[in-house]
């Protein structure tokens, strides 16, 4: 689809180098013309998650329209700067646009495919050096009765539900883009007691037993987890006696949070994520969001999943589906977002109450905000790896699936204004990031029947046990890598694999030897790892790693392998809050009008997140956090 200008002009995280651009490049003409400077329209190419066209339009020399195509860029990532780069290119007459951080595939590309349109015309882009302004940006301050720092799921979902009880918002976001790691989520939302789990017929018996099993052996001595397995078990037997429905329960959730967060989460917390869940799911199909499919994640005694489809009835990506949905639902309800402008401090009055934040804008100038309550949403610090490794030393040199937003600045602010922590220390590796983009590889696909081998061809773990469990059984493989396993029946029933393989992190074979040859395995035992596991699929039961979710066997050529390995993912530690999200002081007092939700926040996961909670972590504790600061904003 075409994008014409349309958007305000993005900003800079750095400034593109043409000599850095990789890649293939083509260029056409379609005319020229004139000594006194060049006319026409001339077009290149250049290749970002697919092929980006720009045209432009010269009129004497002159850039005066600008299209460019990119159908395949990332939904809410790449998308974003297509959309927004005529608008930079045709108002500074530039020759490249800003690269965006967190998008510099599809910046790159753009700037390749403009340079390559000028050289068609006779002219190099390098000359195009823009006619911006160079006034200085004035300080400015705003006021609203809420601030929300941070325009990811939980900062919008806050600022929506807010909106929605009449109150004026305006979200603080220090990127160009909304999204923050909440666009790259894969997965999907947990839930428990929803209509879709009831629409389906799922056998998750084996699951529940050994969560069952794993409480009594593991935590007998922690009174919460013991509490809620007691539960777990009535409700398992009387489901037993009287088999109606599907199976699932929100102290179920509740024990499957507990234990995959080593028991470390905070009780009154995980009981909200869960007890909320299937509302989080009624109140996004009513904003225009929806997740009718059901499957299996790591750590979830159950299919509790729930995730998008597109038209054609396959799985996509969350995060890319969700936040342009959010984003068109802060638009609708008249929320402000200030985009590349960084809040660096929360404002307090005489009696400590936040009432604002001040920020810094794209220029340098400064922004204020006054409002009556502020919420923070400005996600974890798995992008700052210094403080990573401050925190967890054993960390240093692993990559990161982090936006570049995750900086932990909302942490930081909070904290000088005398806000506590808790857990720190707890960070998330996740074991399935492409071994040479870091890009994340969802958990959907073991939860839908992928397995991983080793570097011999070999099966090493439970491929749906806790990310924690699995990275550490990953790290202590050959090369700390392996390799993910799927097949075309698995393919053609999700356009998130179809993506994966687009954009070239797939290695395939048209038998199981085949395949070993292109990973570079033993092909033998490859073979006898593959006719193994599609027994086990068959029998349902794995005697050798104990998994219980099953899907089919991989048995349709072709077959494709991923090589993954594990990345800094999740910061689970952040600031201390109530059920309410009000940010507690050290001292466990409330800090009156200062709400968080999201990963800024520590307590909901303990020592590690289960997949698929963190979509639920921010669209339920956002949505409080939206209601709580307006029922005080009053």
Not at 210 to 239: C, F, H, N, P, R
Not at 331 to 351: K, M, Q, R, Y
Not at 381 to 390: C, D, H, M, P, Y
Not at 433 to 438: C, D, I, L, R, S
Request: charged content about 20%; proline content about 2%; glycine content about 12%.
């Amino acid at each position: 689809m075409k994008k014409r200008i349309a958007a305000l002009v993005l900003a800079a995280a750095m400034v593109f180098s043409l000599a850095a651009c990789g890649g293939k490049s083509e260029s056409t003409a379609a005319s020229s013309s004139s000594s006194a400077g060049v006319s026409g329209e001339f077009t290149g190419t250049a290749n970002g998650m697919g092929e980006v066209t720009v045209t432009v339009t010269l009129t004497d020399g002159v850039i005066t329209d600008c299209v460019v195509e990119g159908p395949d860029e990332t939904e809410g990532i790449g998308s974003v700067v297509v959309a927004n780069a005529p608008e930079e290119v045709v108002s500074a007459n530039k020759g490249s646009i800003d690269v965006v951080s967190g998008a510099t595939i599809t910046s790159n590309a753009v700037n390749e495919a403009l340079a390559a349109a000028l050289t068609a015309a006779g002219l190099d882009a390098a000359d195009f050096v823009g006619n911006a302004s160079e006034e200085t940006a004035e300080d400015t301050t705003v006021e609203a009765d809420i601030v929300v720092v941070g325009a990811g799921g939980a900062g919008m979902t806050a600022a929506i539900s807010a909106a929605k009880e009449g109150k004026s918002v305006v979200i603080v976001e220090s990127q160009s883009m909304v999204g923050g790691n909440s666009v790259r989520a894969t997965g999907g939302l947990n839930a428990t007691h929803t209509p879709a789990q009831d629409e389906n017929e799922f056998n998750e018996a084996a699951g529940v037993e050994k969560t069952l099993a794993t409480a009594a052996e593991s935590y007998a001595d922690d009174e919460t987890i013991t509490a809620l397995a007691a539960t777990v078990a009535e409700q398992w037997a009387e489901y037993q006696a009287n088999p109606v429905g599907y199976f699932d329960s929100v102290e179920l959730m509740e024990l499957d949070t507990m234990i995959g967060g080593k028991g470390v989460n905070n009780p009154e917390l995980v009981e909200v994520l869960c007890s909320n869940s299937a509302d989080a799911i009624e109140w996004l199909a009513s904003i225009g969001i929806d997740m009718p499919s059901v499957s299996s994640f790591g750590g979830a005694s159950v299919k509790r999943i729930h995730r998008p489809l597109n038209d054609e009835g396959k799985v996509v990506s969350v995060g890319s589906y969700m936040i342009p949905l959010l984003e068109k639902n802060c638009e609708e309800a008249g929320v402000e977002i200030l985009f590349n402008t960084t809040a660096n401090e929360i404002l307090t009055d005489d009696n400590g109450a936040a009432v604002g934040v001040v920020a810094t804008g794209k220029s340098g100038e400064t922004v204020t905000v006054n409002a009556k309550a502020v919420v923070l949403a400005t996600g974890g610090f798995g992008a700052n790896l210094e403080k990573v490794v401050e925190y967890k030393p054993d960390l240093a040199g692993f990559m990161t699936t982090n936006a570049a937003g995750a900086q932990g600045q909302g942490i930081d602010m909070a904290v000088a204004i005398g806000a506590g922590t808790v857990d720190m220390d707890q960070i998330q590796i996740h074991p399935t990031v492409e071994a040479n983009t870091a890009a994340l590889i969802t958990e959907g696909l073991r939860g839908d029947g992928a397995i991983l081998v080793n570097a011999e061809g070999n099966r090493f773990t439970d491929e749906v046990g806790t990310r924690d469990v699995v990275s550490a059984a990953e790290i202590a493989q050959t090369g700390s890598y392996s390799w993910l396993i799927i097949d075309q029946a698995m393919v053609d029933a999700s356009s998130v694999i179809q993506g994966y393989i687009k954009n070239g992190y797939t290695v395939t074979g048209e038998t199981y030897e085949a395949l070993a040859e292109a990973m570079g395995v033993d092909a033998t035992a490859f073979a006898a790892t593959m006719e193994k596991w599609n027994a086990c699929v068959e029998a349902g039961k794995d005697e050798e790693f104990g998994r219980t979710s099953f899907a089919n066997p991989l048995n349709t050529a072709p077959y494709y392998a991923i090589k993954v390995t594990a990345g800094v993912h999740h910061t689970m530690g952040g600031l201390t809050i109530n059920a309410n999200t009000e940010v507690l002081a050290e001292d466990g007092s409330v800090i009156p009008g200062l709400y968080a939700a999201g990963e800024v926040t520590g307590g909901v996961h303990g020592a590690n997140r289960l997949g698929g909670n963190a979509v639920a972590d921010f669209t339920v504790f956002g949505r409080i956090a939206g209601q709580q600061a307006s029922a005080y904003v009053g």
